[in-house]
T-cell receptor, first 114, second 114 residues
Framework: KNQVEQSPQSLIILEGKNCTLQ??????????LRWYKQDTGRGPVSLTI?????NTKSNGRYTATLDADTKQSSLHITASQLSDSASYIC?????????????FGTGTSLTVIP | DAGITQSPRHKVTETGTPVTLRCHQT?????MYWYRQDPGHGLRLIHY???????DKGEVSDGYSVSRSKTEDFLLTLESATSSQTSVYFC?????????????FGPGTRLTVL
């Protein structure tokens, strides 16, 4: 069964600290993996996207890693800011005859406190 | 939001009434999607469209219908709203079509069915 699981479900950290969010998937055949940030009351916005051959991708203070062998990805946030408070969603795409199909994780809710 | 607007942004309605949500895009993308987002679930695909008058079902299509008479508009209709359809609905586009690696999301519509 094609699934995307994220952990932890929620996380509270102090401003300025680092944190790492996890994403495990069983989607096949793998096409790409994306991390989205979703602010409260807004639509998801893409942070990074990685294909099979990419194992690290950075976007400012956000760094995503991908281990295609173990089917795991992580999103590392450095020097967190209050504005990082959001839900972070892992999305894995599978290649189908009809085109890419997207599988969504349930997200990690991150709260950054002063 | 990649030129995507949704209307209304909030709606409260009663069980049994029909409801239509509108997604409008300004960039003539061929592929458009409707998702619902509920606590404890990842985004789930309701219906998608791959062109004017070309639509197909997603994983949670029961109770929903869609129409696309113009490239820029994708309508989602709840023929007879039920409380289980209380959710946040997101429209998305895939600029590169079925081979596209990324989706862009609208701001969402919060629907409450009493």
């Amino acid at each position: 069964k094609n699934q995307v699981e994220q952990s932890p479900q929620s996380l509270i950290i102090l401003e300025g600290k680092n944190c790492t969010l996890q994403c495990n998937y069983t989607v096949s055949p793998f096409s790409n993996l994306r991390w989205y940030k979703q602010d409260t009351g807004r639509g998801p916005v893409s942070l990074t996207i990685m294909t099979f051959s990419e194992n690290t991708k950075s976007n400012g203070r956000y760094t995503a890693t991908l281990d295609a062998d173990t089917k795991q990805s992580s999103l590392h946030i450095t020097a967190s800011q209050l504005s990082d408070s959001a839900s972070y969603i892992c999305v894995v795409s599978a290649t189908r005859n009809t085109g890419n199909q997207f599988y969504f994780g349930t997200g990690t809710s991150l709260t950054v406190i002063p | 939001d990649a030129g995507i607007t949704q209307s209304p942004r909030h709606k409260v309605t009663e069980t049994g009434t029909p409801v239509t949500l509108r997604c409008h895009q300004t960039e003539n993308h061929r592929y458009m999607y409707w998702y619902r987002q509920d606590p404890g679930h990842g985004l789930r695909l309701i219906h998608y469209s791959y062109g004017v008058k070309d639509t197909d079902k997603g994983e949670v299509s029961d109770g929903y219908s869609v129409s696309r008479s113009k490239t820029e508009d994708f309508l989602l209709t709840l023929e007879s709203a039920t409380s289980s359809q209380t959710s946040v609905y997101f429209c998305a586009i895939n600029p590169a079509g079925t081979s596209g690696r990324e989706q862009f999301f609208g701001p969402g519509t919060r629907l409450t069915v009493l």
